[in-house]
Each structure stands twice: as structure tokens, then as C-alpha cells.
């Protein structure tokens, strides 16, 4: 599976967009993106996913760059509830079989009131 | 229940002791998957099954770890001569075969090795 990029820590004010990057320049043309969140003590929850398209979802917008290195989760009116770690990865879709997920350190998204 | 569950939430336990974490999964999910977290570390993948067989358990650290699913439902992961450095939250999701690779995860059971 490619290797993401993400920052360590970001900071977003309560109500406001929140933008969450991601750099995957070793993405192989038949990997997806996929985003994943840890609110603390609780197990990882999935978001979205896509391909090459962008993708809206009731919880959040994935903008995938047209050369498809690098993606943006918005998530539109950021909560206090939004505050998590927020997990990009990239991987193979699993048309046969289970493939794992490898996750990477993530962004510690603070949402501030 | 309509998640994945796992028990117990939390263990205590002495260094060289043997320890069983159990999954039970969403029904009809056929893919199971056991992950390691330590404390501000991202998962770490374990093991995953495909029905009863493990089909990658390219990440268990050593022999002491071990996982099972007999009946192609219920897993238990087995930890035998506890180190202090097994102490982390363990982990577990599910998800059916199709197109969208979504993992449920369970709310994970912590392992404290004294």
C-alpha cells in the first residue's frame, strides 16, 4: 500500500470549515483513498472513500487533486464533536477478499469553541 | 448487538502470564480483522481472517501472539508469557466482501501487563 503525509496536529474554531490534508504521490491508479477517524477511547470509524472523484457524504466532502497525490477531507461546520485523529489511507478496493488497512500516525484535529 | 464486541474492555495482568482477548463480530461479516494501538500511535495491524482461515498474519511481533476462529465467526487472540511492552488496546473490526472495504471497529480491549 503507498505511504500518506499528514500533519501532526491542526486547529480549526467551532462552526468553521475544517481542512484536513493528505499527500499520496506513490498512489498506484487502482488505490483508493480512504479517511478514518479515533475520537479518544473509542475504536477508529470510517468516513469516505474515493477514487478520483470527489465524494460528499453526510459527514464530510473528499477533494481528490486531479493527479490524485494529494486529497482534502472538509468537514463543513466543524463541532466539538469533530475533535478526533483523523487517519488517511491509501489502498487497493477490495472487489475480491479482505485487505488490511495500514494506518499511519494521523492529524490530531482540536476543534476549539 | 449491532456492532462489534469485545471483551474484556480492560485487563490487568502480571508479566508471563497467558491472556485471551475475544471479538465477536457483526453477523454475516466474513472478514476479521485484530490491530494493536499504543498510546499516541496509530493502529498496528495483527492478523486478519478470511471466514476461518488467517489469510495475512504477517504482523503478530513473535510467536507468543496467536489468533483462532474456529467457526468463522468469534476470534480470540492469545498472548502467551505477557511482556510489559504487550501493553496497549487491542483492536478489533469486521467487514463484509464487497466494494466499499469499510472496517467496523470495536471499541478495544486494553491490556495492562504489570
Known amino acids: 500500500d503507498a505511504k500518506t503525509t499528514q500533519p501532526p496536529s491542526m486547529d480549526c474554531a467551532e462552526g468553521r470549515a475544517a481542512n484536513l490534508p493528505c499527500n499520496h504521490s506513490?498512489?498506484?491508479?487502482?488505490?483508493?483513498v480512504y479517511w478514518y477517524r479515533q475520537i479518544h477511547s473509542q475504536g477508529p470509524q470510517y468516513i469516505i472513500h474515493?477514487?478520483?472523484n470527489n465524494e460528499t457524504n453526510e459527514m464530510a466532502s473528499l477533494i481528490i487533486t486531479e493527479d490524485r497525490k494529494s486529497s482534502t477531507l472538509i468537514l463543513p461546520h466543524a463541532t466539538l464533536r469533530d475533535t478526533a485523529v483523523y487517519y488517511c489511507?491509501?489502498?487497493?478496493?477490495?472487489?475480491?477478499?479482505?485487505?488490511?488497512?495500514?494506518f499511519g500516525q494521523g492529524t490530531r484535529l482540536t476543534i476549539n469553541p | 448487538g449491532a456492532g462489534v464486541s469485545q471483551t474484556p474492555s480492560n485487563k490487568v495482568t502480571e508479566k508471563g502470564k497467558y491472556v485471551e482477548l475475544r471479538c465477536d463480530p457483526i453477523?454475516?461479516?466474513?472478514?476479521l480483522y485484530w490491530y494493536r494501538q499504543s498510546l499516541g500511535q496509530g493502529p498496528e495491524f495483527l492478523i486478519y481472517?478470511?471466514?476461518?482461515?488467517?489469510?495475512?498474519d504477517s504482523g503478530l511481533p513473535n510467536d507468543r501472539f496467536f489468533a483462532v476462529r474456529p467457526e468463522g465467526s468469534v476470534s480470540t487472540l492469545k498472548i502467551q508469557r505477557t511482556e510489559r511492552g504487550d501493553s496497549a488496546v487491542y483492536l478489533c473490526?469486521?467487514?463484509?466482501?464487497?466494494?466499499?472495504?469499510?472496517?467496523?471497529f470495536g471499541e478495544g480491549s486494553r491490556l495492562t501487563v504489570l
Open positions: 481472517f478470511q471466514g476461518t482461515g488467517a489469510a495475512d
Open positions: 473490526a469486521t467487514s463484509s466482501v464487497g466494494w466499499t472495504g469499510e472496517l467496523f
Open positions: 489511507i491509501v489502498r487497493v478496493a477490495p472487489i475480491q477478499g479482505a485487505q488490511k488497512l495500514v
Open positions: 474515493g477514487l478520483k
Open positions: 453477523s454475516g461479516h466474513t472478514a
Open positions: 506513490t498512489i498506484s491508479g487502482n488505490e483508493y
